[in-house]
Each structure stands twice: as structure tokens, then as C-alpha cells.
């Protein structure tokens, strides 16, 4: 067993509980969900402006956004191309709405695609990506089911 592993296997053994929460403020095409909407839609890439801070562009400042997929649109302020006026981003690759669909930089994606969310803390959908579902013949998503936050063992409870 790892040191991972077995840091996880303790801190759910001292909770009490027999696997790890459901994150549904996660951005949305990071892998927690089992059924990632996003792999097969593509409908928000296809049509929001991604702006940015240019600091994420890659570079002398850090960032890991490739500056040839870029547009800077303010001293201060980029956006991935071909999202200029709202449309498909450049570095979306695959049909919207079918199975494969994907980002060339998906781990290189700025912060508007990381934090994008699909479903809210509460579970309800993000009304903007059911919008843009339905304009495209998608189904839209169900409210997903929040799984409760595990209580601390009283002995960890601050006094």
C-alpha cells in the first residue's frame, strides 16, 4: 500500500466513513464524476467567449494557456481563438454533442474552463450548459443527488 493510500485509508477509517464524498463543485471536466457529461457535449466550448487573465498564457509568467491558441483582446485580458465573438474554440477537437469529443488542452486550460460548473453545490444543473444542451438536441441533466458532508467523530469536534 502506498503512503497515499494508506493516508486516504486512515483519514476514512477515522471518519467513519467506507468511501470518499461526491465533489460537485468540482470543475466540470476534471474526472470526478463516473458520468462526466462533458466528454460527450462540447456545447459551452462551442459557444461561450473563454476570457482570461493573460497570465495564464504560457510564457515568463507561468502560465500554461499555448499562446498560439490565443487572442489578447485587452493589455491584461486574452481569449481562447475562434471564441472572439462566442463560438467553437480552437482547441476543441471531435463533433458536439458525440462521444469523444474532447479539449486538445485539457491540462493546459484556463481557469474559465476549469472553473466552469456543470452541476451546483446543491446539485441542480448549471442553467447555461442545459441551455446550450437543449439548443443542440442534447438531453438535458438531471439534479444530481448531494451526498451529506461526513460528521467529525465527536473527540475531533472543537470545544
Given at each position: ?19 470518499a ?30 476570457s ?31 471564441t ?15 462521444d469523444g ?15 466552469f460548473?456543470?452541476w ?40
Amino acid at each position: 500500500m502506498s503512503y497515499s493510500e494508506l493516508q486516504n485509508a486512515v483519514s476514512l477509517e477515522a471518519l467513519q466513513v467506507t468511501e470518499a464524498p461526491t465533489l460537485l463543485n468540482a470543475p466540470p471536466n476534471d474526472e470526478v464524476f463516473d458520468d462526466n457529461p462533458c466528454l460527450s457535449c462540447g456545447a459551452c466550448c462551442a459557444h461561450f467567449r473563454v476570457s482570461f487573465y493573460s497570465g495564464e498564457i504560457a510564457g515568463p509568467t507561468g502560465g500554461t494557456v499555448p499562446a498560439e491558441l490565443v487572442t489578447q483582446v485587452a493589455p491584461l485580458r486574452a481569449c481562447m481563438q475562434g471564441t472572439e465573438q462566442g463560438g467553437r474554440c480552437i482547441a476543441l477537437r471531435g463533433n458536439v454533442g458525440q462521444d469523444g469529443i474532447q479539449c486538445s488542452i485539457y491540462s493546459q486550460r484556463p481557469s474559465p474552463c476549469r472553473d466552469f460548473p456543470v452541476w451546483y453545490p446543491d446539485g441542480s444543473p448549471n442553467p447555461d450548459c442545459q441551455r446550450l444542451r437543449h439548443a443542440h438536441g442534447l438531453a438535458v441533466l438531471e439534479h444530481r443527488q448531494v451526498r451529506p458532508i461526513p460528521q467529525l467523530p465527536d473527540c475531533d469536534r472543537a470545544a
